[in-house]
């Protein structure tokens, strides 16, 4: 029978670091013991399994235009959400598909370690080896638990939190067995692994060790994790990566991978990086269509079936009739609004590129022109005029109040001991990536997020004047070490200009600021760097600060408060101010190679770095002289004359 559990989740979380083939440790809240599933989420062919001949449900699509195009797929499905009552028996009881990772578990109390099955419903418990006699074979090692006979006597065994990846993206339980027998041969029917954790208290690393009860043999793990990187560890027992998958299912795997495996912690950042495609919903040009079928055709289960029935005129106007009577719509106005969007997405489509500079632009070039008399209920913006922000119109050339956006997020794989490249094109990933299914399926796992934000487009010309009077043999440098790491990393070199480090320090400094007076913490801000660095044809200056949150608090109001004339410029004035000192300077502020693989010159968490949501560049490629000059170094910043 299995064991009751209540195992909880949020959506947002599903697209991001606990995606498909990550670990996450689930607790369940019906226990009064406390104890933890280990558990790893399932490909995303096991999702469709859930559902009635393998029809995913309309509610939970999500349709994105450029994103569909750019990615090559249909739709994308936003992770299910447990439901005990719903009209649509489709939607009842849908639970996401976990498998359990890693197999091997131990007995707080005794240490008895125990292999299980990938798919075992319930949690294992302490049951030391009975020999034929009914008695424990090796009872004077595990005599705390000898007793417990009965199973609810018996103590729930703790999942290991050692395992073995490698930068191919494969995942393996460490070989315990292997680990120990060194020199005697491991009999699965007789020998008995007990693990010894530290005791008096000192639960270090240092102090773990795993040995056979039978073969009187054992090791300790501190030789496997703290090794250095060149050293292969299970050179004496000749343990090789299996080129694991178990997301995909127990028996794939990359036969002969030639990587060497690593032994890491189950919690450890390395042993999970999401890919995660993202857009701005640059809506649909459709001309002047009435509000009222505008948002008809916008619910997800309407344009689904809009979709699905649009090839046959007799079958959508079938599918339509009911809604149309119902709400009171024209049938005329309604086809036509239908025609008008399907040409506009399939324009949309076909102007779409897999560039991601070139599909910056296309957002960045949307929000510059778009008409402010045109009112879209997916991007609702205002244009302010820069006189109404005095001073601030010497810097920028505009700003936008962005009331409302949608961003969709899609994961499209993920990537293990090494972090993967936002700013590649989707084809150029690199053979680490790997995939969240078997099948190539014609659509990935996303959320939409509802959200606020403000628009910074930086002046030009003023940029330009700037740029002639600073020194940047200290950014080349920086380039020069962030493209080194990029190489030994396989990927493309990017060419960083002035204006970049510029626009993204500003960023920095000003959410970490606007986190005091909008109402929302630093880790709900982010920001969306709209710079040009290959092609000079499509200008880019500018910044999106926003705020985009799965549920209501991604559109209070306050950040774009926050962006109104009598508020910004005291915001950005509190940020430069802030800026001038930083509590590690003059250390911060002379020195110039700084924060991972040295590629930050003034910037340290104590001033500039944001949480790691927030920022693109994973807090890299900043420079806070950029912004408020250095006078020593005859470094004029970009902003003196306000501070």
Known sequence: MSTLAKRTIRRSQIISIFGVGSIYLFKNQYSKTGDQDSLMLAGLDAWETMFENNKLPDEWKIFEPRLQARLNKE?????????????????????????????????????????????????????PKIGQNGKLIHEKHFKSCAKNNETWKKKFLVPVRFMVICDQGHISDFPFAEWVHRKNKYDPNKCELRFVDGRGGNNSIMNVRVDCVRCNEGYSLAEAINSSEDVDVFKNIGYKCTGNKPWLGSAQNDRGCKSSPKVVLRQASNVYYPVVKSSIFIPIKTGKIDRNILEFLNKKEIWSGIKEYSNSKETLEAFLSFHITKLNLDKTKVLDAINLKLKGIEDQKNETVDDEEEFKFQEYNFIKNKEPNEEDLELKLRKIPMDNYKELKNYFSNIFLIDSLIETRVQTGFTRMLPYDPNSNSN???????STSLENLNWLPGITVKGEGIFFEFDEKKIEKWEEKIETAHLLEINDRYNKVRSERGLQERKLNTKFFLIHTFAHLLINQLSYSCGYGSASLRE??????????????????????????GSLGGLVREGEPENLQKVIEQALIKAEVCSYDPVCLDHKSQGLNGTNASACHACSFLAETSCEEANQLLDRTMIIGDVIKNIPGFFDELI
């Open 528 to 553: 969306r760097i709209y710079c040009n660095l290959n092609n000079e044809d499509n200008k880019m200056n500018g910044v999106l600060i926003y705020t985009a949150s799965g549920d209501s608090e």
């Open 428 to 434: 150029e990933q690199g053979p680490n990536i790997q």
């Open 75 to 127: 739709f994308f499905l936003e992770p299910p959400d447990f439901r005990q009552f719903s009209y649509d028996k489709n939607l009842k009881y849908k639970t996401l598909p976990y498998l359990r990772f890693p197999l091997w578990y131990y007995c707080p109390q005794c240490g008895c370690m125990h292999e299980s099955s990938t798919f075992a419903q319930d949690s294992p418990r302490c049951s």
